[in-house]
């Protein structure tokens, strides 16, 4: 049974910074990262990272946003810097088996960002 677990979501004026944390637990996974959804919007791409340390990003998030992983924990983290309003969303850790492919969502975890 996979489980994540997110934790560090939260309120934050523009500027700041937060760190997002996705504990996985019940496999091993191949890629891991996040998505985020605002109001309104569809579910976008935030950023990857594959078991052996590959990233993508969304453009819009390049430079600010840093995303990494402990294989050993099976924890993948999402630290967000020179926060906008426009990061305000509800962030998914998104992760995917390395056998079989199949992918998992967490629950989501807010973060709202105040001009």
């Known amino acids: 049974q996979v489980q994540l677990v997110e934790s560090g979501g939260g309120l934050v004026q523009a500027g700041g910074s937060l760190r997002l944390s996705c504990a996985a637990s019940?496999?091993?996974?191949?890629?891991m990262g996040w998505y985020r959804q605002a109001p309104g919007k569809q579910r976008e791409l935030v950023a990857t990272i594959t078991s052996g340390g590959s990233t993508n990003y969304a453009d819009s998030v390049k430079g600010h946003f840093i995303i990494s992983r402990d294989n050993a924990k099976k924890t993948v983290y999402l630290q967000m810097n020179s926060l906008k309003p426009e990061d305000t969303a509800v962030y998914y850790c998104n992760v995917r088996r390395l056998f079989g492919g199949v992918e998992y969502w967490g629950q989501g975890t807010q973060v709202t960002v105040s001009s």
């Open positions: 019940g496999s091993i996974f191949s890629t």
